[in-house]
């Protein structure tokens, strides 16, 4: 068991915990989230608190503890580095294709468990996360009300999901379809919500809901893909009529399981526009403040959108 960290029952603490544990390791990186977390709203730290209670609790029970976790975040974001340092190179992500990415990570359990791991911290410590999860907030407090059927497509670490569930129609039916176990694992410990339905399969298998859902979010998915315009064509056709599509995806943010390459928001729109989609609403967020250099170093960018199908009256 790795060695305990403060009490999970003081959530306030822990954000700052994990500051002090990555600054010992990683000075520079602990400033420039230092910096970045004051700007977080009271009312988001209460939320992010209480997500992050609950996930150490998973690892709890596992063994583990917030060390670890800090652990897993420090070797995801080595790895980010040198994937960072080549792109900028190159101008080109390492891997093209699924089956690169799976030998590469999927398919290695200890890279798969600390790359799964750091990247939950980093929905706590980026304010691109901050921000995304904020902007999929204000969106669900226009649909959730009225949505009669939810479909979430990767699910993550279930912080979306659990978003949703928070603010559901009761009698709403909800369904989560991811290709990993472990990821369908994570979700229903986070969501905590029995009338959640955990499928394990690829989306272009998954018949669906007869009618189609009233609300799909997909949250940093389609780069992860060989062929976007092929996956958003697969949520066209499993929305409703009156339906509507929630998607995030970033441009020029190579990491070890990145496929497609955005290399700015206006690929992004052509995508969508492509998948016969129309965009109802987005944000787009800098992943850093670097106005000089953005060209240079092709800075990322966090895009979020609201979808809705275009219909052929014909």
Wanted: charged content about 25%; aromatic content about 8%.
């Amino acid at each position: 068991m790795q060695s305990a960290g403060p009490p999970l029952e003081k959530t306030e603490t822990v954000l700052p915990h994990i500051l002090r544990q990555i600054e010992s390791q990683n000075p520079v990186h602990a400033r420039k989230l230092a910096s970045e977390l004051t700007a977080i709203d009271s009312t988001l730290v209460g939320e992010l608190s209480v997500l992050l209670d609950r996930y150490l609790h998973l690892l709890e029970a596992e063994g583990r503890d917030l060390t670890f976790l800090v652990d897993c975040y420090l070797r995801m974001l080595d790895d980010m580095t040198v994937e960072r340092v080549e792109f900028v190179r190159t101008g080109r992500y390492s891997s093209s294709s699924f089956e690169e990415v799976n030998q590469r990570v999927y398919g290695n359990p200890e890279v798969m468990s600390y790359y799964m791991h750091g990247l939950f911290l980093s929905q706590f410590l980026w304010h691109q996360h901050h921000q995304i999860y904020r902007y999929f907030q204000d969106v669900l407090n226009g649909y959730a009300p009225r949505t009669g059927s939810y479909l979430e497509v990767g699910g993550g670490h279930g912080l979306y999901l659990r978003a949703f569930c928070s603010r559901k129609n009761p009698d709403a039916d909800v369904t989560v379809v991811d290709i990993s176990p472990t990821s369908l694992r994570i979700c229903r410990e986070m969501a905590a919500d029995p009338a959640v339905r955990f499928v394990e399969s690829d989306i272009h298998s998954f018949s669906g809901r007869p009618g189609g859902y009233d609300f799909i979010t997909m949250g940093e998915v389609l780069e992860h893909v060989e062929d976007p315009v092929k996956l958003l064509l697969a949520l066209r056709n499993l929305c409703s009529e009156t339906g509507v599509i929630f998607m995030t995806t970033p441009t020029n943010a190579p990491t070890i399981d990145h496929i497609y390459l955005f290399r700015d928001v206006q690929h992004i729109r052509d995508v969508i526009t492509e998948a016969g989609l129309e965009v109802l609403d987005e944000t787009a967020i800098l992943t850093e403040d670097a106005p000089g250099r953005r060209q240079l170093v092709k800075v990322a960018t966090l895009y979020g959108a609201v979808l809705k199908p275009l219909r052929n009256d014909v």
